[in-house]
């Protein structure tokens, strides 16, 4: 089975730029996050979407950050204008229907992730 | 969800057994606990989870202490592929959303 991609896999540029990533998750996956990693810590959760409704964007900066998964399949993350500290590595991450109300939990599939880097 | 404390590193020579532990003191009932690793350049990889019993798959073994207040993932013989940041989480059921918050995690170096 396909994993999930992502593009591009690089990205410089200047601060006050805008940058737009894209994620496409493995077929069938309702959930779909998008995750924020500084260098040296843990990944960080920005945005969670079930199909294409938001589940929690709490820790989205949307001053700058916004993020779109119109037909509920793939997703776009956007920072305009990005600073310096948006540094990082920006993860896409899908599950099976996290919200289907049973309890079991469900594992999230990773993307390689897009390094970004704001000078 | 609770909250976990890992050694940020650890050594392991290869083909010996990798046991990293993590500390969960205020886990709650219907909290699982997970593990995900990171090879370096890679999108984190799922390893693992548990409830109350010990869980055994293909790639590791976790043990869940009684009072379900720690925990230990042990890689059984440990290969230079096994060099990653593993992270420790803890989820409740009730976490609707499946969300993972990650900490720290611990990075082990396989040695050869």
């Known amino acids: 089975e396909a994993g999930v991609a992502q593009s591009p896999r690089y990205k410089i540029i200047e601060k006050r730029q805008s940058v737009a990533f894209w994620c496409n998750p493995i077929?069938?996956?309702?959930?779909l996050y998008w995750y924020q990693q500084i260098l040296g810590q843990g990944p960080k959760l920005l945005i969670q979407?079930?199909?294409?409704?938001?589940?929690?964007d709490s820790q989205l900066p949307k001053d700058r950050f916004s993020a779109e998964r119109l037909k509920g399949v793939d997703s776009t993350l956007k920072i305009q204008p990005a600073k310096l500290e948006d540094s990082a590595v920006y993860l896409c991450?899908?599950?099976?229907?996290?919200?289907?109300?049973?309890?079991?939990?469900?594992?999230?599939?990773f993307g390689p992730g897009t390094r970004l880097t704001v000078t | 969800d609770a909250k976990t404390t890992q050694p940020p590193s650890m050594d392991c020579a290869e083909g010996r057994a990798a046991n990293l532990p993590c500390n969960h003191s205020?886990?709650?009932?219907?909290?699982?606990v997970y593990w995900y690793r990171q090879i370096h350049s890679q999108g984190p990889q799922y390893i693992i989870h548990?409830?109350?019993n010990n869980e055994t798959n293909e790639m590791a073994s976790l043990i869940i202490t009684e009072d379900r207040k720690s925990s230990t993932l042990i890689l059984p013989h440990a290969t230079l592929r096994d060099t990653a940041v593993y992270y420790c989480?803890?989820?409740?059921?009730?976490?609707?959303?499946?969300?993972?918050?990650f900490g720290g995690g611990t990075r082990l170096m396989v040695k050869p």
């Open positions: 991450a899908s599950s099976l229907n996290a919200l289907s109300g049973i309890a079991s939990p469900y594992e999230q599939y």
């Open positions: 077929s069938g996956h309702a959930t």
């Open positions: 979407f079930q199909n294409n409704g938001v589940v929690d």
């Open positions: 205020t886990i709650s009932g219907n909290e699982y």
């Open positions: 548990g409830l109350k």
């Open positions: 989480i803890v989820r409740g059921d009730n976490n609707a959303g499946n969300m993972l918050t």
